[in-house]
């Protein structure tokens, strides 16, 4: 497993509009900013069923500080020691030639925290689930999904221990250590590349008092299901247009009070969570401000332009419009016109009332409420080239497969374990080379087994989202071209 | 990525031999001479010694000191003169490297042996010392070796090591040409046969006064690599060779590992986590290769893993080309055992098991009150193995109660 995976959190952040005079939990005012979309093309202009979300008030910020923030203060508190992170990734590839002395040395998504004892700690910012290397650069907001969560999270940061000599050193590991094997029975997944949040974020809620943030070493609440649901990371630059945060839109309100909840591995008190707080909506800011990448191969316009009248007859209505005529309606489509895998929306339904209940008692709930719908959000496409794989379970590999789903995979294999390669990304198809295992149990076996994508496991079902089954073969070529351009 | 790799140095035995090879290196300061010459203009990038974490420093430091006393206090004694200059280190910057090999046997007779020998190199001064004599104290070569009975038979005098002091009575060095170290009568020789991306055959001889044994290695060694250290792992090779004892010669067979380090080791005397291992032949059906995790506080999780790998062939010498590939023993669990050895703090038994190979097994440490011996940092000990299936291997268990500060003699 990668050093990365040391330190797994999720920051799924969000960012809108609008305007208040309520105050936050640090008793500030809540400045709030009116939103630069809106509900353009409204749910009049299809048949879809009418679940519009509306726009929430949001804290406004300072961008260049959230960046800052975001790759310089404790987003999480606890960590490694940094004597032995040096030690683990001496020659991190990616790092912020912004950052200064030893904290110029540390990964992109590694932190340089000092504990109350005065022990420099190596701890998670959200990069590691939100970023990711693309063709040999860093690309912030991009969802890492080529991360390895198939092993025991835990066993990782126990070896880690090997090289934390020193009681003061010892206990700041000790104490990062018990809260990821309290954690990781609920974040390991069957295949590498998707991702655990919605559980770490239980299993973290799960061991708190959500009025005073004590740790419990038992939990508190029934924990989440071992078998984790599967998310796919959605890009943060589609965050300016979402008016909810989630696959469900169940983050309402505030985004940057909801985004905390992920980062409150080692926040232990109100206090705590007052110092992040005082930053995320900087943050937040931050995030809204991040822009896709270009599509960085050739792109025939002629055919891209067919593409968008045909995005726009078939597309627009649940997922916007790009361009002069920016659009994004922030609609929730029902689970049985969809059709996708409903594990989210069951569990959310079922025994996760525990989590939304816990969330709406909680500290965060003073400007924020968690929703669920029994749905999910049709996200933005700005960028989408570059966020394979796609349903909310990273169950299908490429656009053309999403948009003819008789021929998508049941069993299907990463052909690769990162996004480095521009000659591994198929154009013609925009996403990552795979291989169709075609259902051949035996093929997906030993070496390289952890990438094998198993739509027949509960949570990773590549159904629904039919939508695109009648497109000619000439209109869904166009349509590829035209997401090119977004 | 780093488990191995950790773990190696969290397993050995060479902080317990050089503790012991500092002390007399002091002994030897008054009886050899400037033989022991470290000439500056090495070409070979090194670290310093402050490079280094803090234990190896302290070590580093006395050697060196050491060798200065021994320079400025030469002495007229005359010595063999039979090393060489020594080949260069692996790695620039990798002061230390060790060859660990482990070898379960079956002689003519059915009965069981276990072999451990581990040779470890350590760079003492920054620069290669030219080869003004045939002295050289750049680095020093340590061996500690064991031959032991496995099963209840009679107890065979095998017990046998050979220290670093060694060195300086200058029965050892080392031979890139040859690939070849010695220490005494101690020789480890290295034939590549064939090299390629995915073949790595190549053969290990291994000659003690009495033993000469063939390790074959047929498939590449797995690499773990960390910023700081880097170790290859063997799959199990096939082991052959013969054993004098008494006036008779033993005929053996069976199998081995062999594990390969360079690096700076990390402080493992002081570390928050400890790893024990364990190599287990578990006769025609597996071997087996373990590893665990474990708090030098004793809170937290225990975490085991473990790889398993079958041969195709049966019979004794069932290891070689057609051996499967490793896979992953996914719910492995291997506890600790009530009972110990004496007095002693580390336990006599282990539990193994693993529902999905229908493993349940029991390891007994073959060591008694008599040979135990002292108390170690690591105890690599020979098991037998009943149950579920039976069969031989090694466990090393981190000692993490009892020790003193200084490394008893």
């Known amino acids: 497993m990668k050093v990365s995976l040391l330190l797994m959190f999720v920051c799924v952040f969000i960012s809108a509009c609008q305007q208040s005079d309520e105050q936050d939990l640090n008793g500030k005012q809540v400045v709030v900013t009116t939103g630069a979309t809106d509900n353009a093309v409204s749910a009049e202009s299809s048949s879809l069923p009418t679940d519009l979300i509306p726009a929430s008030m949001q804290r406004a910020g300072d961008a260049v500080a959230g960046k800052h923030a975001l790759i310089n203060q404790p987003i999480v508190s606890c960590g490694i020691p940094l004597s032995a992170m040096k030690q683990l990734d001496a020659n991190p590839l990616y790092t912020f030639s912004e950052r200064e002395g030893e904290a110029a040395q540390l990964a992109y998504n590694l932190n340089l925290v000092e504990d109350e004892q005065g022990v420099q700690i190596a701890a998670s910012n959200c990069l590691t689930c939100h970023a990711a290397p693309l063709f040999g650069e860093l690309v912030i907001g991009l969802g890492n999904e080529f991360l390895d969560f198939t092993t025991n999270a835990s066993a990782v940061v126990e070896q880690s221990g090997a090289l934390v000599s020193g009681e003061s050193e010892t206990q700041a590991w000790e104490k990062f250590a018990n809260r990821i094997a309290a954690i990781a029975p609920y974040i390991q997944m069957q295949t590498a590349g998707v991702n655990p949040a919605n559980n770490l974020t239980f299993a973290l809620m799960a061991h708190r008092d959500p009025q005073n943030m004590q740790w419990h070493e038992e939990p508190l609440i029934k924990p989440p299901p071992q078998l984790a649901p599967p998310v796919s990371v959605p890009p943060w630059w589609r965050m300016k247009k979402k008016h909810a945060m989630f696959w469900m839109g169940e983050g309402r309100g505030d985004h940057a009070s909801i985004m905390m909840t992920a980062a409150i591995l080692c926040a232990d008190s109100k206090q705590d969570v007052q110092k992040l707080d005082a930053i995320a909506p900087d943050i937040r800011t931050y995030i809204e401000s991040i822009e896709p990448p270009v599509y960085p191969f050739e792109i025939d316009s002629t055919l891209a332009q067919q593409g968008k009248k045909v995005f726009e007859d078939t597309c627009s209505a649940c997922h916007g419009t790009y361009g002069e005529q920016v659009s994004y309606p922030n609609r929730i489509v029902p689970i049985d016109v969809v059709g996708t895998d409903p594990s989210l929306i069951e569990f959310a339904f079922g025994d996760g009332q525990a989590y939304v209940e816990w969330f709406n008692q909680s500290l965060f709930a003073e400007l924020a409420q968690v929703y669920p719908s029994k749905g999910y959000v049709a996200p933005p496409l700005d960028g989408i080239w570059a966020t394979a794989p796609f349903l909310h379970n990273g169950s299908v590999p490429t656009i053309r497969a999403l948009l003819n789903s008789p021929t998508r995979p049941s069993l299907w294999r990463h052909e690769v374990t990162d996004s480095a390669s521009k000659t591994q990304f198929n154009q013609s198809d925009l996403g990552w080379n795979f291989i169709d295992l075609a259902n051949n149990a035996e093929a997906s076996a030993g070496v390289g087994a952890a990438w094998v994508y198993d739509t027949r496991v509960k949570g990773y079902s590549n159904t629904g989202h039919q939508f695109g089954d009648g497109l000619s073969a000439a209109q869904r070529d166009a349509v590829i071209e035209y997401l090119k351009t977004l | ?409």
């Open chain 2, 1 to 409: 990525m780093v488990e191995v790799a950790l773990s190696f140095y969290g397993s050995n035995r060479f902080w317990h031999v050089l503790g012991r090879c500092k002390y007399r290196f002091c002994l030897l300061g008054a009886a050899t001479l400037a033989l022991t010459a470290c000439s500056e203009g090495g070409s070979q990038p090194t670290r310093n010694a402050a490079d280094y974490p803090d234990q190896f420093r302290q070590q580093a430091e006395v050697i060196a000191q050491g060798l200065k006393r021994l320079r400025e206090s030469p002495s007229t004694k005359d010595w063999l003169v039979d090393s060489s200059t020594p080949a260069a280190f692996v790695q620039p910057g990798a002061p230390f490297e060790t060859w660990l090999f482990l070898a379960l046997m079956r002689d003519q007779h059915g009965r069981r042996y276990a072999m451990q020998q581990r040779l470890a190199r350590l760079k003492v001064t920054d620069e290669r010392a030219e080869a003004i004599s045939q002295w050289n104290f750049s680095d020093v070569l340590a061996l500690d070796y064991r031959l032991e009975p496995v099963g209840g038979h009679s107890a065979i005098d095998t017990h046998t090591v050979q220290q670093a002091d060694r060195v300086a009575l200058s029965l050892a060095g080392t031979s890139a040409a040859q690939s070849k170290l010695w220490i005494g009568g101690f020789t480890t020789t290295k034939t590549t046969k064939k090299t390629t991306q995915r073949q790595c055959e190549a053969s290990y001889s291994i000659q003690t006064p009495q033993l000469n044994l063939l390790f074959e290695q047929f498939s590449c060694a797995s690499e773990q690599r960390a910023s700081t250290i880097l170790v290859t792992r063997s799959e199990s090779m096939r082991v052959s060779g013969e054993y004098r004892f008494q006036g008779r010669d033993l005929v053996l067979d069976g199998r081995g590992w062999l594990e390969r380090a360079w690096g700076v080791p990390p402080d493992t005397n002081q570390s928050a986590v400890v790893f024990d291992r364990a190599w287990l032949w578990l006769e025609d059906t597996a071997d087996i290769q373990l590893q665990r995790s474990r708090r030098r506080s004793g809170r937290g999780p225990m975490i085991s893993t473990g790889s398993v790998s079958k041969p195709s062939l049966s019979g004794r010498s069932d290891v070689g080309r057609d051996q499967t590939a490793p896979s992953t023993l996914t719910q492995v669990v291997f506890a600790d055992g009530a009972a110990q050895i004496g007095t002693h703090t580390f336990p006599s038994e282990f539990r193994l098991t693993e529902p999905s190979h229908a493993i349940d097994v029991v390891l007994t440490s073959t060591h008694t009150p008599e040979t135990a011996g002292g108390i170690e940092l690591n105890r690599l000990m020979a098991v037998a193995i009943e149950g579920s299936h039976t069969g031989v291997g090694f466990v090393s268990y981190a000692v993490t109660k009892g020790l003193t500060s200084d490394v008893p003699e």
